[in-house]
């Protein structure tokens, strides 16, 4: 399905952007204390849905291809999550989970960040987060940042 997201984007005209910034997202959705710093417990790995972090690259990719949008915008997304929670004095608790949704035309990936929080206190700081992105014009972009209670851990 990513090959097919991806000839759509070439046939649209998307620009294809270069992998070494592709990567270097994939890394930091990956690694999270690589970009949420002391937030994060060492050794932190996020989870991957198919568990394979070579498609996770290529189907990012071809995601950003189809919607013509920079690994950059992205990366910029995130940054500002890691901002928000190390303002705040948030702690991570539990693997980050990947999600890559490839169907028909719709394409986008989604992050569910664990934060050491009950439902309910992660669900206002979610809300916060998110009234933030608002108010800063963050671009409407194909990944969706969410914080979300204490989650498993490996």
Known sequence: ????VTLQAIEQGA???PLCAVQQYV???RY???IFGASAPPGLEADHEERDWSQALQ???SILDFHGVSPQALSAKLQAAAHFVQLHDLRLCGNPWLHVMRFRNVASISYVIHLDLDQADANTWNDRFHEKLLSQDMPDLPFYVNLRER???R
Do not use: K, Y
């Open 59 to 61: 189907d990012i990719r």
């Open 1 to 4: 399905m990513a090959m097919e």
């Open 27 to 29: 890394h930091a959705l």
């Open 151 to 153: 989650g498993p851990t």
């Open 15 to 17: 620009e294809v952007f």
């Open 32 to 34: 999270p204390p690589s």
